[in-house]
């Protein structure tokens, strides 16, 4: 269900112009998902300092 919700997101956000264009939703919604999948892993396993500066650089390369 969360890589429909993200496929839903993605649609959404769309018509605003902050999403390549040519991509398709379900495969946007596929890499954010792995996105979530492997931040979610590496917390787990190595702890919050391991992934304290992912949001800083995930905003760097996709600013709102």
Same mark, same amino acid.
Do not use: C, K, N, Y
């Given at each position: 269900? =969360?890589?429909?919700? &993200?496929? $839903?997101?993605?649609?959404?956000?769309?018509p605003q112009g902050s999403l390549?264009?040519? #991509?398709?939703? $379900?495969? =946007? @919604?596929? +890499? &954010? *998902?792995?996105? #979530?999948?492997? *931040?979610? #892993?590496? =917390?787990? +396993? +190595?702890?919050?300092?391991?992934? @304290? $500066?992912?949001?800083? #650089?995930?905003?760097?390369i996709w600013p709102s």
């Amino acid at each position: 269900r =969360m890589r429909a919700d &993200l496929a $839903e997101v993605v649609a959404q956000r769309r018509p605003q112009g902050s999403l390549p264009a040519g #991509v398709d939703d $379900e495969a =946007m @919604a596929a +890499l &954010l *998902f792995s996105i #979530v999948a492997g *931040f979610i #892993v590496q =917390m787990t +396993l +190595l702890g919050a300092p391991a992934v @304290a $500066e992912v949001g800083a #650089v995930a905003e760097a390369i996709w600013p709102s």
